[in-house]
């Protein structure tokens, strides 16, 4: 069955430093990935996607990810984070061919230090 | 923009109650979809919909039921309300294009007692 690990429940970094964000998945066939971040108190929304094509995806906010078949690794990354981007990240996988559902990682958690 | 709304962002009912959690989206979406969310746990999914009437357990429907008289409207049910139903309840949309990606309410933070 598909899954998607995210090994960091909590993320700490200082504000400048840069931040990549790991995600794991298992399944069958290529993906569809995505990255999405939750302020507290709010819903999810989407940062960036990935279907076909150039690995390296841009994102909103100065995010990006890099899908990596080999390592079936979604990694993202900021190259110099601001205190606002303190929240939860999660990273799906769609699984649109069997019954358009989505699975998410368990999340991680960012905390920015001034 | 896409817009779905959640009925409630806070809700405190007790223990037996009957719950309804109402979803609303405005982009004629065919997919409509019921998370919760749990510290460490990410997001399960409960039930989803593909279309007006037509439904399929997710991963978690224990406990649960749904609704959707209405291609705009999801409605998630929680019969007797039972204090392990503590959760966020998140509502998403798909369209079934080539966009995929999922378009989610602000979710709903109920707390049973």
């Known amino acids: 069955a598909q899954s998607v690990t995210q090994p960091d429940i909590h993320i700490t970094v200082s504000e400048g430093a840069s931040l990549e964000l790991r995600c794991n998945y298992s399944?069958?066939?290529?993906?569809?990935l995505f990255w999405y971040v939750q302020s507290p108190g709010q819903g999810l929304q989407l940062l960036l996607k990935?279907?076909?094509?150039?690995?390296l995806v841009q994102g909103i906010k100065g995010f990006e990810a890099e899908f990596k078949r080999s390592q079936s690794s979604f990694n993202l990354r900021k190259p110099s984070v601001h205190w606002s981007d303190a929240a939860e990240y999660f990273c799906?996988?769609?699984?649109?061919?069997?019954?358009?559902?989505?699975?998410f990682g368990a999340g991680t958690r960012l905390t920015v230090k001034p | 923009d896409v817009k779905v709304t959640q009925s409630s962002r806070y809700l405190v009912k007790r223990t037996g109650e009957k719950v309804f959690l109402e979803c609303v989206q405005d982009?004629?979406?065919?997919?409509m979809f019921w998370y919760r969310q749990d510290p460490g746990l990410g997001l399960r999914l409960i039930y989803f919909?593909?279309?007006?009437?037509?439904?399929e357990k997710g991963d978690i429907p224990e406990g649960y039921s749904v609704s959707r008289e209405k291609k705009e409207r999801f409605s998630l049910i929680l019969e007797s309300a039972s204090t392990n139903q503590t959760s966020m309840y998140l509502c998403?949309?798909?369209?079934?294009?080539?966009?995929?990606?999922?378009?989610f309410g602000p979710g709903t933070r109920l707390t049973v007692t």
């Open positions: 799906a996988v769609g699984v649109y061919q069997f019954n358009n559902d989505m699975r």
């Open positions: 399944y069958g066939a290529t993906p569809y």
């Open positions: 990935y279907f076909s094509g150039d690995t």
């Open positions: 982009m004629d979406h065919e997919n």
């Open positions: 919909s593909y279309d007006v009437k037509m439904k």
């Open positions: 998403a949309t798909y369209p079934g294009t080539s966009s995929y990606e999922q378009y």
